[in-house]
Nanobody, 118 residues
Framework: QVQLVESGGGLVQAGGSLRLSCAAS????????MHWFRQAPGKEREFVAA????????KYSNSVKGRFTISRDNAKNMVYLQMNSLKPEDTAVYYC???????????WGQGTQVTVSS
């Protein structure tokens, strides 16, 4: 069964940091690129970051480049999103997903809420 479980969201002041985690079952992790997306209220879900299998290659949306870092621990089936210098416009539900690095996404987690206060 496909399973992706996000954690680490919360309320933080602007300028602060949060680290999101995504725990994946083996069948959803090995061999796949891993992605982070986000969806703010009233907006479409948007790409945030991706990391290739088994690691090394990464890419980011322009809105988070230089502030967010995606990483993965293949021994633990975990993917992380370190978010620094957070802004109120980063407020959204953040989703972990697996898929192809430059192709489709296959499975989604349930999301974790990130709220950045000004």
């Amino acid at each position: 069964q496909v399973q992706l479980v996000e954690s680490g969201g919360g309320l933080v002041q602007a300028g602060g940091s949060l680290r999101l985690s995504c725990a994946a079952s083996g069948r959803t992790f090995s061999g796949y690129a891993m992605h982070w997306f986000r969806q703010a209220p009233g907006k479409e879900r948007e790409f945030v970051a991706a990391i290739a299998w088994p690691g090394g290659r990464t890419k980011y949306s322009n809105s988070v480049k230089g502030r967010f870092t995606i990483s993965r621990d293949n021994a633990k089936n975990m993917v992380y999103l370190q978010m620094n210098s957070l802004k109120p416009e980063d407020t959204a539900v953040y989703y972990c997903a697996n898929g192809e690095y430059s192709g489709p996404v296959y499975s989604w987690g349930q999301g974790t809420q990130v709220t950045v206060s000004s």
